[in-house]
């Protein structure tokens, strides 16, 4: 069994009324990344702070390392790294400043200069934060929260607002850690960058965890899509097992659990009545169906 | 854990030449901060005089007061809500430094920067016909003491600033408190001061440094003042401090 670098079990966390997390559930094991993902308000960053330590849980247990991180803050903070959803860093100081104090501030800090460089910033190593761009911040932020290798790291939507290079460069990095045996949390909006970099995806809606699993487990059960156009005066379509509907435009959007089966039927009538589908593609089930779907039975509950 | 080694001490350490840096980039507030004690020393030397028997004594006293009240509590009030708008100490507090140890390097060069200019305008003071301060190291406790209430104010004081901006408002009250109730002080021999005069936050550090200054009067009921409204204000600031902003 592989050893586990966080556990949370039946979290809650309310502000007055308003109940953000709502019995959650999650583990992440060393070397493993797992991606929260939910909709904005979904609870995703009161989760991410409170394994963090940075907010109350009011009920339920976390455990970071063991360790209990709203009791045990400072013996754990050494061991973990925290990349904030806002970087909070002071303009003024230049980007080596920032790495350098940084670096003062753990224990096992390391070289700020590797770090810089391992994130591209080397060469910005002189300019004052203010001045970075906001891919140029990020990774300054990232490169501050893998200071001193930590066991554990929290990335709260990492990658929101960056450049493909940036998120590239982020993602190697990330997925470097990963490799040596580095714990990752992370939240983000960007189902691919889920699909890339998580070997479990949970999905927080309205507090609560509304699917978990790996990519595979996921989409099983979430129907393929094949789309085509039909030519004007056409006939009517073949008995499927899709489901069939309009999508935009003229597209026909058939939603099937057996795309192979349909797929035949589909272009052997389309044969038979000499018939060209225009633009026509299939595609498997993928993360955006299982988001779509969750936040649609939010729809149906509310 | 949350003890004194070697990494508390240089990350704080580190904190507060960061901070100094920041200080120092910031022209405006540099430039204050070396022309104020001079301006003021000068301002209220001509007007020796008109503090009745205070003599230089009751002078050096407003006048260190008037700075702690700028360079430290309003400084530090505005530092502090800066700082918290801009995320910095959310991101501190995920650093292994202790809290008391972000809050003490964040504030440090603060204090040590109103030492420096107590030092000065003492010693301009002296340059404009004043007689050198009878009992030094009280002066030194004045500003220290004073200094550090000044932190504990205003760390208090940040629980209702929303914005840098806004510490000019809400530090007024405690100034105008502490500079009215230091002339009200001082007003009088130091053997007239009564307890309720001492007793106004902030009057106490003028009056310890008038004392130190002519050299009369008893320190002990102004030392005592200020230990209880720095543990005061500091014990309420460590309940209500908000390390995040958002009301």
């Given at each position: 069994?592989?050893?586990?670098?966080?556990?949370?079990?039946?979290?809650?966390?309310?502000?007055?009324?308003?109940?953000?997390?709502?019995?959650?559930?999650?583990?992440?094991?060393?070397?493993?990344?797992?991606?929260?993902?939910?909709?904005?308000?979904?609870?995703?960053?009161?989760?991410?702070?409170?394994?963090?330590?940075?907010?109350?849980?009011?009920?339920?247990?976390?455990?970071?390392?063991?360790?209990?991180?709203?009791?045990?803050?400072?013996?754990?903070?050494?061991?973990?790294?925290?990349?904030?959803?806002?970087?909070?860093?002071?303009?003024?100081?230049?980007?080596?400043?920032?790495?350098?104090?940084?670096?003062?501030?753990?224990?096992?800090?390391?070289?700020?200069?590797?770090?810089?460089?391992?994130?591209?910033?080397?060469?910005?190593?002189?300019?004052?934060?203010?001045?970075?761009?906001?891919?140029?911040?990020?990774?300054?932020?990232?490169?501050?929260?893998?200071?001193?290798?930590?066991?554990?790291?929290f990335l709260d939507e990492p990658t929101t607002g960056l450049d493909p290079?940036?998120?590239?460069?982020?993602?190697?990095?990330?997925?470097?850690?990963?490799?040596?045996?580095?714990?990752?949390?992370?939240?983000?909006?960007?189902?691919?960058?889920?699909?890339?970099?998580?070997?479990?995806?949970?999905?927080?809606?309205?507090?609560?965890?509304?699917?978990?699993?790996?990519?595979?487990?996921?989409?099983?059960?979430?129907?393929?899509t094949i789309v085509f156009q039909l030519p004007a005066g056409a006939p009517?379509?073949?008995?499927?097992?899709?489901?069939?509907?309009?999508?935009?435009?003229?597209?026909?959007?058939?939603?099937?659990?057996?795309?192979?089966?349909?797929?035949?039927?589909?272009?052997?009538?389309?044969?038979?009545?000499?018939?060209?589908?225009?633009?026509?593609?299939?595609?498997?089930?993928?993360?955006?169906?299982?988001?779509?779907?969750?936040?649609?039975?939010?729809?149906?509950?509310? | 854990?949350?003890?004194?080694?070697?990494?508390?001490?240089?990350?704080?350490?580190?904190?507060?030449?960061?901070?100094?840096?920041?200080?120092?980039?910031?022209?405006?507030?540099?430039?204050?901060?070396?022309?104020?004690?001079?301006?003021?020393?000068?301002?209220?030397?001509?007007?020796?005089?008109?503090?009745?028997?205070?003599?230089?004594?009751?002078?050096?006293?407003?006048?260190?007061?008037?700075?702690?009240?700028?360079?430290?509590?309003?400084?530090?009030?505005?530092?502090?809500?800066?700082?918290?708008?801009?995320?910095?100490?959310?991101?501190?507090?995920?650093?292994?430094?202790?809290?008391?140890?972000?809050?003490?390097?964040?504030?440090?060069?603060?204090?040590?920067?109103?030492?420096?200019?107590?030092?000065?305008?003492?010693?301009?003071?002296?340059?404009?016909?004043?007689?050198?301060?009878?009992?030094?190291?009280?002066?030194?406790?004045?500003?220290?003491?004073?200094?550090?209430?000044?932190?504990?104010?205003?760390?208090?004081?940040?629980?209702?600033?929303?914005?840098?901006?806004?510490?000019?408002?809400?530090?007024?009250?405690?100034?105008?408190?502490?500079?009215?109730?230091?002339?009200?002080?001082?007003?009088?021999?130091?053997?007239?001061?009564?307890?309720?005069?001492?007793?106004?936050?902030?009057?106490?550090?003028?009056?310890?440094?008038?004392?130190?200054?002519?050299?009369?009067?008893?320190?002990?009921?102004?030392?005592?003042?200020?230990?209880?409204?720095?543990?005061?204000?500091?014990?309420?600031?460590?309940?209500?401090?908000?390390?995040?902003?958002?009301?």
């Amino acid at each position: 069994m592989t050893e586990l670098a966080i556990e949370v079990h039946d979290l809650r966390v309310a502000y007055g009324d308003h109940v953000a997390v709502d019995g959650a559930d999650l583990t992440v094991a060393r070397g493993e990344l797992v991606a929260l993902l939910g909709t904005n308000g979904a609870g995703k960053t009161t989760m991410l702070e409170t394994i963090e330590g940075h907010r109350r849980a009011d009920a339920g247990s976390v455990r970071v390392l063991g360790l209990d991180p709203g009791r045990e803050r400072l013996r754990l903070l050494g061991r973990v790294g925290v990349m904030l959803q806002e970087s909070g860093f002071s303009g003024e100081l230049t980007t080596w400043e920032t790495a350098d104090l940084w670096r003062s501030l753990r224990r096992r800090g390391g070289d700020a200069d590797a770090v810089l460089e391992r994130l591209e910033l080397a060469h910005r190593r002189d300019v004052p934060v203010k001045q970075l761009s906001g891919g140029e911040r990020r990774r300054l932020d990232l490169a501050i929260a893998i200071l001193g290798e930590p066991e554990v790291l929290f990335l709260d939507e990492p990658t929101t607002g960056l450049d493909p290079q940036s998120r590239r460069r982020t993602w190697e990095v990330v997925g470097g850690l990963v490799e040596n045996g580095t714990a990752v949390l992370l939240t983000t909006h960007y189902l691919e960058e889920a699909e890339a970099l998580a070997s479990r995806i949970a999905i927080l809606d309205r507090g609560r965890i509304a699917r978990r699993g790996t990519m595979a487990e996921l989409v099983a059960g979430i129907a393929a899509t094949i789309v085509f156009q039909l030519p004007a005066g056409a006939p009517a379509l073949p008995p499927l097992t899709a489901q069939v509907t309009t999508g935009h435009g003229d597209d026909v959007v058939a939603e099937t659990t057996e795309p192979q089966q349909d797929l035949r039927t589909l272009l052997d009538w389309a044969d038979a009545h000499r018939l060209r589908l225009a633009r026509l593609r299939v595609r498997d089930g993928s993360l955006e169906d299982v988001f779509e779907r969750v936040a649609h039975e939010q729809e149906v509950a509310a | 854990m949350t003890g004194l080694d070697a990494m508390t001490v240089s990350g704080t350490l580190a904190l507060a030449r960061s901070e100094l840096r920041l200080l120092w980039r910031n022209r405006l507030v540099a430039a204050t901060a070396l022309l104020l004690p001079p301006l003021m020393a000068l301002g209220l030397s001509r007007s020796s005089d008109s503090f009745g028997d205070g003599g230089w004594g009751a002078v050096v006293g407003l006048q260190i007061l008037t700075m702690l009240m700028f360079a430290v509590y309003a400084a530090a009030t505005t530092a502090v809500a800066a700082r918290r708008g801009e995320l910095v100490l959310k991101r501190l507090r995920t650093s292994e430094l202790p809290e008391w140890a972000v809050l003490g390097g964040m504030l440090a060069p603060l204090v040590g920067l109103a030492v420096v200019q107590a030092l000065l305008s003492a010693a301009m003071v002296v340059a404009f016909g004043a007689p050198m301060p009878q009992r030094p190291e009280l002066l030194l406790l004045a500003v220290l003491g004073g200094a550090l209430m000044c932190c504990a104010a205003a760390l208090l004081t940040t629980r209702i600033t929303a914005s840098a901006e806004q510490a000019q408002v809400t530090t007024m009250p405690l100034f105008f408190i502490a500079l009215a109730g230091a002339i009200w002080t001082i007003s009088v021999p130091s053997d007239e001061v009564t307890p309720l005069m001492l007793a106004v936050p902030g009057s106490a550090i003028a009056e310890l440094a008038r004392i130190a200054w002519n050299g009369g009067g008893d320190p002990l009921p102004a030392i005592a003042m200020i230990v209880v409204w720095t543990a005061v204000a500091g014990e309420l600031a460590k309940r209500l401090f908000r390390w995040e902003p958002r009301a």
